[in-house]
């Protein structure tokens, strides 16, 4: 299809689709700030023009005309979003202003508990990767049903990410059976400097050594 110079194939569909169709009114909302075109959409809206752009592969200008929203606002949104995840999609300055009734939350309190369950669900989504990336299988997989050793790869892949016991709530896995997970695997790896030493024997004469001049050269180093 590119050699003939036609775009990818789901945008070709949806010229198809749109043929005939009355043309997609041009939206003269820009600049505007209002409750039905704030100057910072919410999540659901910035999710829902990612989801349309660069999923179902609309026209990045087209979808721009369309909501009032330049061009160089969807890309920043995309790039916030593959850098930090939902978080990054939230508007800061989002603080009502309106007078607060004695006894309820603070506007304030309301977004720090927003933030922590979007930070949640990203935590459920990056969980969800790993659990794909760790087993070879595609979604739908039940965490609760995964074995010990399958939740501590989990657990390594994202403790640079997430705390420790963050993960191990949320994978239900037991605070000791993961240290154990831990010791064993470095039992397990005790002649990893020994693997280390034949793999740089083999490679420095050149891959030209079997295991018998691997295992001489390693004697006469001992």
Known sequence: MRILGYPERATLYRWISEKGQPEKVRSTKRGEN?????????????LQVLHRCFEH????KSVSEEIGYSRASIYNWR??????????LMNPSDDPREELVPGTFSATEDIAELKAQVQEMQMQIDILKETINVLKKAPGIDQTALRNQEKAAIIDALKNKYSLPELLSALHCPCSSYYYKQKRAKKQDKYCHVK?????????????YGYRRIYATLKKED
């Not at 039905?36 to 910035?46: A, C, L, Q, T, Y």
């Open 34 to 46: 209002t409750p039905d075109h704030p100057r910072h959409p919410s999540v659901e809206v910035k």
């Open 57 to 60: 592969g609309e026209d990045v």
């Open 79 to 88: 790039r916030k979003y593959l850098q930090r995840g939902l978080v990054a």
């Open 196 to 208: 280390e030493k034949i793999k740089d024997i083999f490679e420095s004469n050149h891959r030209y």
